[in-house]
């Protein structure tokens, strides 16, 4: 097992993925590959091992088998700690951002600059914000006003705009996001999109799990498709249409049009 | 634009939505009724009255401040001021220890019992805090009765009394105390990395513990200063009436957290404001000092004091909802 593979092929590779939760097979010998710079779209019913694959990824979860390639080496992914070490980040909807600190010291958090006064560390605010504003223009992020503002009072696109740009902010090379646009309205669904796409210019590669087509179809350049925890087919997103990836979600053989 | 709207137009809304608002109306509101009802109560004298009163329970509180913030509590802390009063009393009275290292030994053994308290509610037992503060509360109550035989000490050495009596430049000894703890606690919780960390556990601890933060020592560190305020409320307790008293401060960890509370702060962690806990105390010293000015009994006292408890936490949480 283990080795070295041909490098610079694929950013990320995970190779014949085995887990079950007791009696239930969620991920039977999956794989998956991400190249570089691209978006990957990971879709499929309910149930079919989508969060279960970006758990394992990002280390929320040990896999029973199987193997993780970063680069073309064989990574150990034993804690969200080590992925994050490795530069992949899983962006939760809940679980990225403190409500009641501001969006500043948010994008800092654990990771704050200083200054050691008298044992303790005084936070550099005037430099912090400066790199905050810097740093959400070279997003192109225009939709946030003030960066005094606590997380609490944003949007749930804005707050999704912020723990995207906090991940890109601290040199992830892998961002995952499990729903990026579920609980969001229309307008704010496309900001979110729009970020995601940007990301690559900031040589950054993205695996997003999504139930809406629609988005998957802007924002993806491949799509990749899990059924009962296998898989169940992969496309480039511009040599296939919407209706294929209906049928590989729902193993349907064929799909009655007049049904839609 | 990402820039910051300017101006006073900012300040005045960032005010308006800010966990001080309510306690510091309400107590402009206090002081402007009773400045009107008694013409005793807006006199130096008596305000001074009211800060040294108020003291005590403002010290403790600051420690209160830091435990809510990080969702939890410290019940422990009326023993906390019973040890420390009565391990600085035997230090100086028993075992001649100068003055200094008294109050050194009086404070440590309040960061004992806090470190406890943070350990249990902290460590792999992830007791609830509740549950731990009621028994440091207990524990730490049992030892405070043994070392001092259930007695109080007595004739402390005059040096002793400065701390709780005495004044700088007209000011109570206890006042000053309390304003530099104030500041210190300023300070670290508005600029300072590990204050910053203590808002993170209590907002959000699943994501302070993805952003790398310890969030245990944070915790720990939380209840140890919270020791070490109560120590420090209970020596210049001890202070102020000469004896090293172990029955001292019954029910002040109810009225920490009253301060606490009517300061804005939310029992669920993750908002908690040190001015606001200022004003909390303020609040009840002054309602209590008022009171007796009008000559109204201790029961109404309480009655009024539940209800002021009461009324602040309604209109906040209307605010908040609106």
Known sequence: MGGKRLAGEYLLEVKDLYKSFGGVQALKNVSLTLRRREVLAVVGDNGAGKSTLMKVISGAILPDSGQIFLEGQEARIRNPQDALELGIQMTYQDLALVDCLDITTNLFLGREICRPVAGMKFLKLKKMRTDTRKHLESLGIKTVKNLREKVRRLSGGQRQVIAISRAVFWGQKIIILDEPTAALGVRESQRVLELIRALKEQDISVVVISHNLHHVFFVADRVMVLRHGENAGEREIHKTDGDEVVKLITGAEFIDRKMF | MVNGEKGVGI????????????????????????????????????????????????????????????????????????????????????????????????????????????????????????????????????????????????????????????????????????????????????????????????????????????????????????????????????????????????????????????????????????????????????????????????????????????????????????
């Open chain 2, 11 to 322: 300040l005045f809304r960032n005010f308006k939505s800010s966990l001080i608002f309510t306690p510091l109306i309400g107590l402009l509101v206090l002081v402007f009724l009773l400045s009107i009802l008694s013409p005793y109560f807006f006199t130096v004298s008596n305000l001074f009255n009211v800060l040294r009163q108020v003291s005590i329970i403002a010290i403790v509180a600051v420690g209160m401040t830091y435990a809510i913030l990080t969702g939890g509590i410290d019940l422990s802390v009326g023993s906390v001021v019973a040890l420390s009063g009565v391990i600085t009393s035997i230090f100086m009275k028993k075992f001649g220890v100068s003055l200094p290292l008294s109050i050194m030994a009086g404070l440590i053994s309040g960061m004992a019992c806090g470190l406890v308290n943070g350990s249990m509610i902290a460590s792999k037992i992830r007791m609830p805090p509740f549950i731990s503060g009621l028994a440091m509360m207990a524990v730490v109550r049992g030892i405070a009765l043994i070392v001092s035989d259930a007695r109080p000490i007595f004739g402390l050495p005059d040096s002793f009394a400065f701390l709780g009596g005495g004044v700088v430049l007209n000011i109570p000894i206890p006042v000053i105390v309390t304003i530099i703890v104030y500041a210190i606690a300023f300070v670290n919780l508005r600029f300072t990395k590990t204050g910053c960390g203590f808002y993170a556990v209590g907002g959000n601890e699943e994501a302070a513990r993805l952003a790398g933060i310890n969030v245990s020592r944070i915790k720990v560190f939380a209840y140890l200063i919270s020791g070490f305020t109560s120590a420090l409320g209970g020596i210049v307790l001890a202070s102020r009436v000469m004896v090293g008293e172990p029955i001292a401060g019954y029910y002040y960890e109810l009225e920490a957290i009253a301060a606490v509370v009517i300061g804005g702060a939310y029992m669920g962690g993750g908002e908690a404001s040190i001015v606001g806990t200022l004003l909390g105390a303020l609040i009840m010293g002054i309602l209590k000092n008022g009171l007796n000015l009008l000559n109204i009994s201790t029961y109404w006292q309480q009655v009024a004091i539940g209800l002021v408890i009461a009324g602040t936490i309604s209109f906040n949480l209307f605010r908040q909802r609106r």
